[in-house]
Nanobody, 121 residues
Framework: QVQLVESGGGLVQAGGSLRLSCAASGPTFSVYNMAWFRQAPGKEREFLAAVSRSFSTYYADSVKGRFIISRDNAKNTMYLQMNSLKLEDTAVYYC???????????????WGRGTQVTVSS
């Protein structure tokens, strides 16, 4: 139904900022609930933030107050603005989509291939 491609990752110093983008294909982007996840080496995939088709948002405690999720349906793009980055934010960041979910953190069935974010001291 939808193809997802992340971009915007890179190397950033601790305390700095970075904005990730997730570009989606197809004409029905506006009907999808969208989310950001990350996975560090040796760790489980971690939910970060979600934005619904109605533009409601939800954040994991680990990023609340630092990260901002948004979407631009006209551009078929979702964003993750990351501020006050910490060393532990280093991970591969993935975008995800679903048309039907029963919770903020589960049920996503479309995934991008990820973009690397590395935070240095």
């Amino acid at each position: 139904q939808v193809q997802l491609v992340e971009s915007g990752g890179g190397l950033v110093q601790a305390g700095g900022s970075l904005r990730l983008s997730c570009a989606a294909s197809g004409p029905t982007f506006s009907v999808y609930n969208m989310a950001w996840f990350r996975q560090a080496p040796g760790k489980e995939r971690e939910f970060l933030a979600a934005v619904s088709r109605s533009f409601s948002t939800y954040y994991a405690d680990s990023v609340k107050g630092r990260f901002i999720i948004s979407r631009d349906n006209a551009k078929n793009t979702m964003y993750l603005q990351m501020n006050s980055l910490k060393l532990e934010d280093t991970a591969v960041y993935y975008c995800a989509a679903a048309r039907f979910t029963g919770s903020w953190v589960t049920g996503y069935n479309y995934w991008g291939r990820g973009t690397q974010v590395t935070v240095s001291s």
